[in-house]
């Protein structure tokens, strides 16, 4: 096999070659998602000889008909068995249970708290508020916008001045559902915990990308992470990837990608329709051209959070443009 050009690409085959020289039990994560496409093809090409590997993917219950029949095109291709598991508690229970998610899962986690307290969703100091509700710190915190904002005087992400005139909008609007984020814990992550457990598994291995942002790469700071006995230690191959070493990748090797991407004209997988997407618009107009069932279920299940949010973005839309008539004035 020719040698790839791209430094961050041998650089990351040589450290995958080391790394899972020092377990015994491993679990690949696979979401039939470009990033863990090219990280599978990756430990294909650098798997030790007799490595006690799994390859999993986490059916939440939401997935894309195009994904489970990448999944049997990945498991040709390599000749492996991609296990599929099911959730410890499928979306529409989650959602029934503890609310469905909106506009982000940090949104959704501080929105779920202050619901928990009967919050009456006022614009009041955080003191006064903290007075009434003094086992709600931390989402009071969020919800009068409390920590400082950047040195640039942008507003900082963890305030919810970050989201704009989204707490004008929840004072005049307060949802009369459930808001949850519970959906991805008890879908995916409690389903890889219980999975860690019964076979014993002492490496994961998934495809988070720190350029891809986000809650989930915000969380780590290097491709490794080691953890005490009991919780397995964690390779990311693909930490330091950024767009062009994907591309370059994808030429070298000839990765093919879902039809999510290639057909489809998406740019994720995962659970259709999740309305932490902000373009879950123009998924559920893909969905109702390409996979219709899905789609339905999808309206059926996140109903409340679609229209909250769709009232959210008119809401703000029309602020915006009252401001900047103001302004021009």
Not at 41 to 70: C, W
Request: aromatic share 14%; with cysteine; charged share 35%.
């Amino acid at each position: 096999m020719n040698c790839p050009k791209n430094k961050e690409i041998v650089k990351a085959f040589l450290t995958t070659e080391e790394k899972l020289k020092d377990y015994k039990n491993i679990m690949l994560t696979t979401s039939g998602g470009a990033d863990s496409d090219i990280m599978l093809d990756m430990v294909y090409r650098n798997l030790p000889p007799n490595t006690n590997i799994h390859y999993v993917f986490f059916d939440t219950g939401l997935e894309f008909q195009a994904s489970k029949d990448h999944l049997k095109e990945l498991e040709k291709k390599y000749n492996i068995k991609i296990e599929v598991e099911k959730p410890y508690k499928p979306i529409p229970v989650c959602c029934k249970e503890y609310g469905q998610p909106f506009l982000s899962k940090f949104i959704s986690d501080y929105i779920s708290r202050l619901q928990r307290h009967d919050f009456k969703w006022e614009d009041r100091p955080f003191e006064e508020l903290y007075k009434e509700y003094p086992h709600c710190k931390s989402a009071l915190k969020w919800w009068c916008n409390y920590q400082p904002g950047r040195k640039d005087g942008s507003q900082s992400k963890f305030g919810i001045g970050y989201y704009p005139y989204l707490k004008e909008y929840m004072v005049l609007n307060p949802p009369t559902f459930k808001i949850s984020d519970k959906c991805c814990q008890y879908s995916k992550k409690e389903a890889a915990k219980n999975y860690h457990k019964k076979y014993n598994i002492d490496l994961t291995m998934t495809g988070v990308r720190k350029a891809e942002k986000g809650q989930r790469a915000d969380a780590h700071k290097s491709c490794f992470s080691r953890h005490d006995k009991g919780k397995p230690d964690e390779y990311r191959p693909l930490f330091w990837f950024k767009k062009q070493d994907k591309i370059d990748y994808d030429e070298f090797f000839e990765i093919k990608h879902n039809r999510c991407y290639t057909v489809y004209g998406m740019d994720r997988t995962g659970c259709g329709g999740c309305p932490f997407g902000k373009d879950f618009e123009e998924e559920l107009l893909i969905m109702e051209k390409f996979e219709p069932k899905l789609k339905k279920a999808a309206e059926y299940i996140f109903k409340d959070s679609y229209e909250y949010t769709r009232r959210y973005r008119e809401f703000r839309k029309k602020r915006t443009e009252e401001d900047k008539k103001k302004n021009e004035e």
